[in-house]
């Protein structure tokens, strides 16, 4: 398949996205003194801007790619969960999955920046679990989505704020494998082991060590095989896929293993890098590419956002360029 044909594909897939979101602030301004009330930069600021982050981030990248996203998530009752519900409206997704909470904040990273550099983030959230009464609203919410639309595939995308209990995990896996639905996952380190049974799995070389408690790299090949088989151990699930850094990233299902080297990339900002990769990767896999291209192109979206400051989403025109004349298969 071209990328071209990949694209189209894509515009045909309806991808359920469901845990933590957030909104990502950025306060812009230029830096000309330094405080004489303490050793800090004043910014005059230009500009105030406020984007969607965590998991609704992936859903923009789904979007961005041509897909529909149905994103399922908990904000709270409160001004910046209307500021929320405002910036989804703004890219037309619907809100039916989203639950409003009266039991926690929405979660803002506020970033400063001054003169382009990055000065200081300040995090207003929540991340205690659900209260098991909003647990099972929110289960409500998703299981009446699953039940009333097509869904081409479930992504779990984890920030550890809480949303993703290990019961809404196993009760969805077990739903969307009875249905034939493919489940991936981005994840964190609390619920780590609690995935038994997705189809991909994609934490970061960092998780890994830490979720499975083996200090390894891929240059210490024989340590990182002894992780990823262990995890598959703990799992059970189809494919593994691990992103490495600098390294590129690593893939296996099966007996079949491959490993694609990073691209030489003038990195601006690897924030958001994860949910291009999911996104990615994700909708390869309802594509019904192999393991080889999903790794390839996965690792080229998420090389490609890296370029930018922010969080930002996968252009697809960036793509076509880079994958012109290639075929996947």
Avoid: W
């Avoid at 050793?39 to 230009?46: A, D, F, R, Y």
């Avoid at 909003?134 to 639309?149: C, D, S």
């Avoid at 099966?254 to 909708?283: K, Q, W």
Wanted: glycine share 6%; with cysteine.
């Amino acid at each position: 398949m071209t990328i071209h044909e990949i694209l189209a594909a894509f515009k045909t897939k309806r991808i359920l996205v469901i845990g933590d979101v957030m909104i990502d602030e950025y306060m812009l301004g230029k830096v000309h003194r330094i405080s004489p009330e303490a050793p800090v930069p004043i910014i005059s600021l230009g500009k105030e801007e406020q984007r969607l982050g965590g998991a609704a981030n992936v859903a923009l990248n789904l979007q961005a790619l041509g897909a529909t996203p149905m994103l399922c998530a908990v904000v709270g009752n409160d001004k910046k969960g209307n500021d929320f519900l405002e910036l989804l409206r703004d890219q037309q997704m619907p809100l039916n999955g989203i639950l409003l909470s009266e039991e926690r904040v929405t979660t803002v990273k506020t970033r400063v920046i001054g003169n382009n550099q990055h000065l200081l983030r300040i995090d207003a959230e929540d991340t205690h679990a659900l209260s098991v009464t909003e647990e099972e609203a929110f289960l409500e919410k998703i299981k009446a989505i699953l039940g009333q639309e097509t869904i081409d595939a479930v992504i779990f995308e984890d920030y550890n704020k809480g949303v993703l209990t290990p019961r809404i995990i196993s009760e969805i896996t077990d739903l969307a494998n009875s249905k034939g639905i493919p489940t991936t996952v981005d994840p964190k380190k609390d619920n780590f082991l609690a995935y038994k049974g997705v189809t991909l799995f994609k934490p970061n070389l960092k998780e890994l060590k830490e979720g499975i408690g083996i200090d390894c790299s891929y240059q210490e090949i024989d340590l990182f095989n002894q992780a990823v088989s262990q995890l598959e151990k703990e799992l059970n699930n189809q494919i593994t896929f691990v992103t490495l850094s600098e390294s590129g990233v690593f893939i296996k299902k099966d007996e079949t293993r491959y490993h694609t080297p990073a691209h030489f990339r003038n990195i601006a900002d690897v924030s958001g890098a994860g949910d291009t990769v999911i996104s990615v990767a994700t909708l390869c896999l309802t594509a019904e590419l192999s393991i080889e291209s999903i790794a390839e192109l996965s690792n080229l979206a998420g090389g490609l956002v890296c370029e930018k400051s922010g969080v930002v989403s996968i252009e697809p025109d960036q793509l076509i360029q880079e994958c012109e004349g290639k075929q996947f298969e």
